[in-house]
């Protein structure tokens, strides 16, 4: 019996041992494979399925647009205007000095004009400028990205327009605010003026159309020095109230007569010397041209030769100093290139 038990118990032991070796082989392990997901931002805004709506407003889901003035329009996103002109109104009324009289409507319009459309439009435009290459993932529809604007019409690398006038509202506040008050010094301050009248409008009306360039800001700052003669004109009417508030004007440092002489010198002497440089630069016809134009610009200086320093000197260096510096700038800059 008991070897019967050994038998029976053998045999459970073996089909145990059995069952264990017959366990089902393990599957390999497994594979992950890892798909890139494509952005959902359409190519383009179809022209079909866009809203004229979205594309002025500048938001997303714009009709593709070929009108120039709308694709500007769009770049500034006016959807983000309402906020800056809302904010002015409020401001406005809690005030408490705002009347309904043409004076101060028209002052809030200007104000929310300035506000929304220009400033925010400015920033806006500044914003997509720098981030075009995000939109380009993100929105390719947009105006840059999608190249319906190109990059030379939405900005500049360098806004030189932006520096233009920081840099000239600055000089104007200092030519006539202490504590620097240039106009205190004659030489310093009438070349500042100089160079606000002739340099600074030139160097904004060409890097708006094209590119600013060294050799043109030294042939204007040149012309400062011209500009630095038309302003003298300005101070002889006010010599006396000048010397009782000890600021130094020319005509107070050096008296009238010098100061007639320093004036009318600073600005022909400037237009010989260009005339020289642009002779030297193998540029013969426009040194003509200039010297053809101060003949004329001496005779009409007559007067302030001659100690009129009153309302017809102010006549000579407004229309004709003016108008010959631009004539002679101009060719200066044409020729130098």
Not at 35 to 47: E, F, G, H, L, N
Not at 69 to 96: D, E, F, H, N
Not at 228 to 245: H, P, Q, T
């Amino acid at each position: 019996m008991a070897s019967v038990l050994n038998t029976v118990s053998s045999i459970r032991l073996a089909n145990s041992k059995t069952s264990r070796r017959r366990t089902p082989p393990v599957s390999p392990p497994f594979s992950l494979t890892l798909t890139p997901i494509k952005s959902t931002a359409p190519d383009k805004a179809p022209a079909a399925a866009g809203s004229s709506v979205n594309q002025i407003l500048g938001i997303k889901g714009a009709k593709q647009e070929t009108d120039i003035w709308k694709i500007r329009v769009q770049l500034t996103k006016p959807v983000t205007w309402p906020p800056l002109v809302w904010g002015v109104v409020c401001g406005a009324a809690a005030s408490g000095n705002f009347h309904w009289t043409v004076e101060d409507v028209a002052k809030s319009i200007v104000c929310m004009m300035m506000s929304g459309p220009c400033l925010t439009g400015y920033t806006q435009t500044l914003n997509d400028w720098y981030d075009r290459e995000i939109d380009a993932i993100n929105e390719p529809y947009r105006p840059i990205p999608s190249g319906a604007i190109s990059e030379n019409e939405a900005g500049h690398d360098t806004p030189v327009i932006f520096y233009l006038a920081v840099g000239g509202s600055l000089l104007s506040y200092i030519y006539s605010a202490p504590p620097l008050k240039l106009k205190q010094n004659g030489w310093i301050g009438n070349f500042a003026l100089g160079a606000s009248y002739i340099s600074l409008p030139w160097w904004a009306g060409q890097a708006l159309f094209g590119t600013l360039t060294p050799d043109i800001i030294v042939l204007t700052l040149l012309y400062s020095i011209a500009g630095l003669g038309i302003a003298i004109v300005n101070d002889f009417k006010s010599v006396e109230g000048d010397r009782a508030m000890g600021l130094q004007s020319l005509p107070v440092a050096f008296g009238s007569e010098a100061a007639k002489w320093i004036c009318v010198g600073a600005i022909d002497i400037t237009q010989i010397s260009v005339a020289g440089y642009l002779l030297g630069a193998g540029k013969p016809y426009y040194a003509l041209a200039l010297l053809s134009l101060i003949l004329p610009q001496v005779f009409f200086q007559i007067p302030i030769r001659l100690g009129c320093h009153h309302r017809i000197a102010e006549i000579t260096k407004d229309l004709v100093d003016y108008t010959f510096d631009s004539m002679f700038i101009t060719l200066a800059c044409n020729g130098a290139r």
